[in-house]
């Protein structure tokens, strides 16, 4: 315990020092209204401009779950500054003063009464993930992207005249943490849907209460017809693995026969049933896996993997969970580098591979939304949009390490994907109504990464695409960077398994 402590003592002061000042466990995330981005104070407060703040945190420390009490949610609803929504099948353009539905998805209005978590003036829209512990900086992404959208929204008059509010808790990426947050969420804050970083523990519970729920992805569970009102943003590990081998032969990378060591996760992002999967992908392209054992963060040090991995000759390290950061830099303590190389989906955030240090030069990682000037692809509106919404209202992740996280990227495009589905409705606004939407809409596209192409209940597919790029260390700021070394690339395999539908129909075989 002393040992793992001290681990997480130095990794928080690393997150600290790559990511900038952080609101504590303690303090509300103040936004600022008015047009005026708020800014954290270097003693932990929460600088607000004069119209308050639109974001709701909490307290975790007093969250239901464990080792907490009762969380106590702070809001307001800030006017912000405009946009518009994305589109499937091109660009719908907003008419003044709200967001436009979707290009070629039809409108789900109704005569009868809206939902709890709409009222005549906002719709609530909750959301839980990790604002504190080794991973909350992924929080602050993911909860400034959606914040900076609807503030963008709520400066042109809102949605159909209401103006988006988001009820936010932390919880440190912890199981029953979430759970206990959503149930307060729903059942006390009365939201009309939820925003999660991931939504196994709380597949059950959103799919029993029909609660439109989007999240980040990667899990079976997120995939499965099962969970209908659940929606995977981003995509799914097997899909992101079958890809990186895809780019792997395109960049010269995959040798037949070379040896592969793996790692997974069983706990934030529990990939046990692909695990076959993943390993078949590998030795179906002409690799051969020879380690493949679970690690997470709570497991500490990764000293004895660096070590079996090394003593297994392995050529290539396949990293699939958040634990690659400790076996990076384990492996750097014993000046270790696979013959070939490392990477994975998992090493795509650059606020993880900036802890890992100058070690992290070389690492491969993938990403699904473009950079900031639009590479792979080219700069438009829609870049300058994200770029100046987050730089307005949330300037704490307007450095292009955190505009370039898929966390960011895919919780800007899931705030446009649920405003999208509001707008469609009209005045009356249901769960019902939003889930009709969402399972309906084709090909959804923010501009800012490749299109969700399908979000149905039988047919989950995540945004799907990828681009590869090699990590470089910046030592006078001290922070990883990295530019697109392919095009978007999508998997050899895929038709293999089922084709477009594969991910929802695998993960229903798995029970």
Not at 8 to 27: E, N, W
Not at 426 to 445: C, H, L, M, Q, R
Not at 469 to 490: F, I, V
Request: glycine share 12%; hydrophobic share 35%; charged share 20%.
């Amino acid at each position: 315990m002393k040992r793992w402590s001290t681990v997480l003592i130095v990794m928080t002061a690393m997150i600290a020092s790559a990511c900038g000042t952080r609101v504590p466990v303690d303090q509300a995330l103040q936004v600022g209204g008015s047009g005026d981005a708020s800014t954290i104070d270097s003693s932990g407060g929460a600088v607000s401009s004069d119209a308050g703040g639109s974001v709701a945190s909490t307290d975790p420390a007093a969250s239901t779950g464990p080792g907490a009490g009762t969380a106590t949610a702070k809001s307001g609803v800030a006017p912000s500054k405009a946009t518009g929504s994305g589109s499937g099948g091109g660009t719908a353009t907003p008419a003044p003063g709200a967001v436009a539905p979707v290009a070629g998805a039809k409108p789900t209005t109704n005569d009868g009464p809206s939902d709890d978590g709409v009222t005549d003036t906002e719709i609530r829209i909750g959301s839980s993930g990790p604002l504190s512990g080794v991973a909350g900086f992924l929080g602050d992404e993911a909860f400034g992207a959606i914040d900076s959208y609807f503030q963008s929204v709520n400066a042109k008059g809102g949605v159909n005249g209401r103006k988006l509010r988001l009820v936010t808790y932390d919880d440190r990426l912890d199981a029953s943490q979430t759970l206990a947050n959503v149930r307060k969420l729903y059942e006390q804050d009365k939201v009309l849907g939820l925003m999660l970083a991931f939504g196994d523990p709380v597949a059950d519970y959103v799919t029993r209460n029909n609660i439109p729920t989007v999240v980040f992805g990667v899990t079976p569970l997120s995939f499965s017809s099962k969970f209908p009102t659940v929606y995977p943003l981003v995509g799914n590990a097997l899909l992101w693995t079958q890809e990186a081998i895809t780019g792997m032969k395109a960049q010269g990378l995959f040798k037949p026969g070379m040896k592969v060591g793996m790692i997974y996760d069983t706990q934030i992002f529990d990939v046990t049933p692909y695990v076959p999967y993943l390993k078949e992908a590998w030795e179906d392209a002409g690799a051969k896996v020879v380690v493949a054992d679970p690690f997470n963060l709570t497991d500490g040090d990764c000293t004895s993997l660096v070590l079996k991995m090394k003593d297994a000759g392995v050529d290539w390290w396949d990293f699939q969970g958040l634990g690659w950061v400790l076996c990076a830099s384990a492996a750097q303590r014993q000046q270790y580098r696979p013959t070939i190389g490392w990477g994975s989906w998992a090493t795509s955030v650059g606020g993880l591979a900036t802890q890992v240090g100058p070690w992290v030069d070389g690492m491969w990682g993938g990403s699904n939304g473009d950079q900031p000037d639009g590479a792979p692809r080219q700069k438009t509106a829609a870049h300058d949009e994200y770029v100046g919404a987050i730089k307005r209202y949330h300037p704490n992740i307007s450095a292009p390490v955190h505009l370039d996280s898929p966390a960011t990227i895919g919780y800007w495009s899931g705030a446009k994907l649920i405003a999208s589905a509001i707008a469609a409705q009209g005045k009356s606004v249901t769960k019902a109504g939003v889930n009709d939407w969402i399972a309906k809409v084709e090909n959804f596209d923010v501009g800012i990464t490749p299109p969700i192409v399908s979000m149905a209940p039988n047919c989950k597919t995540g945004s799907e695409l990828v681009w590869l790029g090699q990590w470089k260390w910046d030592s006078a700021k001290k922070e990883a960077y990295r530019k697109p070394q392919s095009g978007y690339l999508t998997s050899e395999q895929k038709d293999k398994y089922g084709g477009k539908c594969f991910l929802t129909k695998l993960s229903d075989s798995m029970g």
